[in-house]
């Protein structure tokens, strides 16, 4: 067998202080799991089970990424995250077994169509368009668990060209880091190299061209990412 054109390469991000890489499987992401970000975007912050979407693999971009605004538009939306590498298969995973499936953990960016995102959810639409461009989902070098071990609290923050716009805490989250991981798999098998985006803090707002941001999580390396100008 052969391939009929050349596969793309698999997507990746660094793994810090080594020369590895962790090979990206799936992206996966949570919705508005900070009670902060749910009621800036009109939602009811009760403790309800978690909902997720998702991106393409290919959407991954490392850090220091120089990215062109993108396509379709007018209305793109900055959204700090902490996220979390997995690195064994499981389904139905216990919430107090879920840690031992995390390879590490990194910053990223789950950078939003804000205006297709409203208009899907007017019309009852599904999010893929408002979410899973290309590039949507900058991450910085991912931690090992054997570095800084499970991280429970700690800030997160986002500046945009030295502007602070998104603060928070990580212990703010509405689901754990746990139970993000057992509830994800009662619907997919995780598998190594998936990245769970877990959810934003109050703050998300507008980029424009040549914006550069930076973001941020206790603990771990600092995601920068610049948009063209062009």
């Known amino acids: 067998m052969s391939y009929v054109f050349r596969p793309q390469e698999t997507p990746s991000v660094a793994v810090a202080g080594t020369a590895g890489v962790f090979p990206v499987h799936r992206i996966y992401c949570v919705g508005q799991n900070y009670a902060s970000h749910a009621r800036e975007m009109g ?33 793109l939306h900055h959204e700090i995250e902490l996220v979390v590498a997995i690195g064994k298969t499981g389904t139905n995973i216990l919430a107090t077994e879920a840690l031992d499936y995390v390879f590490g953990y990194a910053v990223g960016l789950d950078l939003t169509r804000r205006d297709l995102q409203s208009e899907a959810k007017k019309k009852g639409r599904p999010w893929a368009t408002a ?29 945009v060209n030295g502007e602070l716009r998104q603060q928070g805490d990580i212990s703010d989250m509405i689901w754990s880091v746990a139970e993000v991981v057992s509830s994800l798999s009662d619907f997919f098998e995780l598998c190594p190299g998936d990245l769970i985006y877990t959810g934003t803090p109050a703050g998300v707002g507008p980029l424009k061209k040549g914006d550069k941001l930076e973001g941020e999580v206790e603990n771990l390396a600092k995601l920068n990412i610049k948009l063209a100008e062009m």
């Open 43 to 75: 939602a009811n912050p009760e403790r309800e089970a978690p909902f997720f979407f998702s991106k393409p693999a290919d959407a991954v971009c490392p850090d220091g990424s120089r990215l062109p605004f993108p396509l379709a538009t007018e209305n």
């Open 131 to 159: 979410k899973g461009f290309d590039n949507s989902a900058p991450c910085s070098a991912v931690h090992t668990v054997s570095e800084v071990g499970h991280l429970k609290r700690g800030s997160i923050t986002l500046s």
